[in-house]
């Protein structure tokens, strides 16, 4: 019989990096009033940095900036724009340096998406959802960077890994995702003379987002989901927020144009055709599927 798998632990940034690598430092995050954004904005403020939460609604992002302040004991404003209106954008940014002075770190990470085959997907939805990633991607950028090559500061862009694939009924999502890992690309190479870095977080399944609860199928059994992940259980945000703080911190000041899959090695098994792990847990059984040299 096969032994048990081992399971991946669960560790907070704070665990590992020092309380105050952030001090001083402000981050503009776009979808922060929720998700994974939400949870990587609190890992940051955990290590002394100030925020500036965006998104569409403005009565989720004051509870969100309420909490994260509390929590945290760092300040964090909420600030009202769609990533897809440059001159909201702008006045978000104005906000942020009015308040705080400066910005250093930019996350790019408000993303729309749903499950459509492309036969069913009018040309506005397609537009909508490159819209808000690739679009919102850039029009953040182009609010942002003065400030943050002034800061020599960085940014982590939120992708996907859909687009490494032919991901059924993402058409829409892998577009727009390509695009944000080709901004990056660009960017990390452009402002790299500048003193900025750019990266990108490619989060695999990640339990308890709305991006999950939208995407995967009801019902669905999530204990078997999480067999079929080499690290032995489904992401969470926290392990998407400590990739994060990793980029920003110094431990990365040579490292940027990457993408970072933090998926647990998923990505590595879905050609894989042997029941997994049992397979190299109790390579016995599954001798009778391995034909034997001639
Ligand atoms: N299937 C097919 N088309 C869909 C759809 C679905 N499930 N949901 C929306 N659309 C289409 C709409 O019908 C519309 O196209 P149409 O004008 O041809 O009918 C188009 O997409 C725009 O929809 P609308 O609701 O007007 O856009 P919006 O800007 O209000 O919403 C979305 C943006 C569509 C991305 C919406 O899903 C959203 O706001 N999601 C919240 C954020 C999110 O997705 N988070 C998860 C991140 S992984």
């Known amino acids: 019989m096969a032994p048990a798998p081992y399971v991946a632990s669960r ?26 954004c939400r949870a ?12 500036a939460i965006v998104g ?21 404003i909420p600030a009202q724009a769609d990533v897809r209106d440059p001159k909201a954008l702008a006045q978000a940014v104005k906000t942020t340096v009015e308040k705080f002075g400066r910005i250093d770190f930019v996350i790019c990470g408000a993303a729309g998406n749903f499950l459509a ?28 960077i003065m400030h943050v090559r002034k800061a020599k500061g960085a ?16 058409a829409h999502v892998s577009a727009a995702k390509a695009g944000v890992d080709a901004l990056s690309a660009v960017l990390a190479v452009e402002e790299g003379p500048h003193g900025v870095r750019s990266n990108v977080i490619a989060p695999g399944p990640i339990g308890g987002t709305e991006g999950m609860d939208r995407l995967s199928v009801r019902g669905s059994d999530s204990k078997q989901r999480s067999m079929m992940v080499p690290a032995g259980r489904m992401g969470d945000v926290e392990d998407i927020a400590n990739a994060a703080v990793f980029f920003f911190s110094d431990a990365a000041s040579y490292i940027t144009g990457q993408v970072l899959l933090v998926d647990g090695g998923w990505e590595h098994l879905r050609t894989m055709s042997l029941p997994y792990p049992e ?6 059984s599954v001798r009778k599927y391995i034909k034997p040299r001639m």
């Open 11 to 36: 560790t907070t940034s704070t665990q590992v990096f020092k309380p105050d690598i952030f001090a001083g430092k402000v981050l503009f995050c776009t979808g922060g009033g929720s998700g994974i």
């Open 40 to 51: 990587m904005t609190e890992a940051m403020m955990r290590h002394g940095c100030k925020s």
């Open 56 to 76: 569409r609604k403005i009565d989720r992002l004051t509870k969100a900036a309420q909490e994260l302040t509390e929590t945290t004991g760092q300040p964090c």
């Open 117 to 144: 085959p492309i036969s069913g997907l009018s040309e506005n939805a397609f537009r909508t959802v490159m819209e808000i990633d690739t679009m919102g991607t850039y029009n953040t950028i182009k609010a942002t």
């Open 155 to 170: 940014y982590v862009h939120v992708s996907a890994t859909l687009h490494h694939n032919g991901t059924p009924f993402q």
């Open 279 to 284: 397979a190299v847990l109790d390579p016995e």
